[in-house]
């Protein structure tokens, strides 16, 4: 799972196995949680249970919005919150920015479930740097969902500060953002950002909401999601009591 970590799977067969520019692409079908995506050996999502991630940083923010027309999505190359995205009928534009192609590719091919949002209308795909694409975009989103991988590799730069200078500038007034806050609270990779997340939002005039998070099967542990600016009691509320 992450390095000095391990959880077996049993595989079934390796449908596809490549190097991409960026990081190793792997997919295979696993005998009890479906087709299985990993990214530099780093299990990304699952079929049985990619749901409880997407729905959670997807609808939170989308929901908490009062008219969402134009989404933009930071990673998520396998399709999942985009997916989650274009339910919401007031959505005319969704873009998703991914900086590998191979993901969006290989996802489109083996995990059909969750790329099918790649075939909505309003969907825009765009390949590369997403820390590039917000420096054109200013003023110009009603919501910015996050869905990166760990603080490593690819992803660093989406958790250091000029991200989210770039984040705040590329919302429209009442945005809102949604970031993926970590995996494993227990990876060094991580052990900093519950101490840094605070210190960039006050220091942005960002709105501090504490972590919320969601349980994910295949990870064993909770995953922290970063709200801003924070849910209203009632959403919460009726959030909760829905999934009773």
Same mark, same amino acid.
């Not at 190793?24 to 991630?53: A, H, K, M, P, W």
């Not at 917000?134 to 990166?148: A, G, M, Q, R, W």
């Not at 590329?170 to 970031?179: E, F, M, P």
């Given at each position: 799972?992450?390095?000095?970590?391990?959880?077996?799977?049993?595989?079934?067969?390796?449908?596809?196995?490549?190097?991409?520019?960026?990081?190793?692409?792997?997919?295979?079908?696993?005998?009890?949680?479906?087709?299985?995506?990993?990214?530099?050996?780093?299990?990304?999502?699952?079929?049985?249970?990619?749901?409880?991630?997407?729905?959670?940083?997807?609808?939170?923010?989308?929901?908490?919005?009062?008219?969402?027309?134009?989404?933009?999505?930071?990673?998520?190359?396998?399709?999942?919150?985009?997916?989650?995205?274009?339910?919401?009928?007031?959505?005319?534009?969704?873009?998703?920015?991914?900086?590998?192609?191979?993901? $969006?590719?290989? %996802?489109?091919?083996?995990?059909?479930?969750?790329?099918?949002? !790649? *075939?909505? #209308?309003?969907? =825009?795909?765009?390949?590369?740097?997403?820390?590039?694409?917000?420096?054109?975009?200013?003023?110009?989103?009603?919501?910015? $969902?996050?869905? %990166?991988?760990?603080?490593?590799?690819?992803?660093?730069?989406? !958790? *250091?500060? #000029?991200?989210? =200078?770039?984040?705040?500038?590329?919302?429209?007034?009442?945005?809102?953002?949604?970031?993926?806050?970590?995996?494993?609270?227990?990876?060094?990779?991580?052990?900093?950002?519950?101490?840094?997340?605070?210190? !960039?939002?006050?220091?942005?005039?960002?709105?501090?909401?504490?972590?919320?998070?969601?349980?994910?099967?295949?990870?064993?542990?909770?995953?922290?999601?970063?709200?801003?600016?924070?849910?209203?009691?009632?959403?919460?509320?009726?959030?909760?009591?829905?999934?009773?």
């Amino acid at each position: 799972m992450w390095p000095g970590q391990a959880m077996s799977l049993k595989v079934n067969q390796i449908l596809h196995h490549e190097k991409s520019k960026y990081q190793d692409v792997l997919v295979f079908e696993s005998s009890d949680y479906g087709t299985v995506l990993v990214l530099d050996n780093v299990i990304q999502c699952t079929e049985r249970d990619e749901f409880s991630y997407q729905e959670m940083i997807t609808h939170l923010a989308m929901n908490s919005h009062p008219n969402p027309e134009k989404v933009l999505v930071i990673g998520g190359g396998d399709g999942g919150v985009l997916r989650e995205v274009v339910k919401h009928d007031t959505v005319k534009k969704a873009i998703l920015c991914d900086i590998d192609e191979a993901v $969006i590719r290989v %996802s489109k091919k083996y995990l059909p479930g969750m790329s099918i949002g !790649f *075939q909505h #209308p309003n969907v =825009e795909e765009f390949v590369g740097d997403g820390f590039e694409f917000l420096k054109t975009h200013k003023n110009e989103f009603d919501v910015i $969902i996050t869905d %990166s991988s760990d603080p490593e590799g690819p992803a660093e730069s989406l !958790f *250091q500060k #000029p991200y989210f =200078e770039l984040l705040r500038d590329a919302l429209r007034d009442g945005g809102v953002i949604t970031t993926q806050g970590c995996s494993s609270p227990f990876l060094p990779v991580c052990l900093w950002l519950p101490e840094r997340f605070p210190v !960039f939002f006050f220091s942005l005039s960002l709105p501090l909401s504490p972590s919320l998070c969601c349980y994910i099967p295949i990870f064993c542990t909770t995953f922290a999601l970063q709200f801003l600016p924070d849910p209203s009691p009632p959403l919460l509320l009726s959030l909760l009591t829905a999934h009773k």
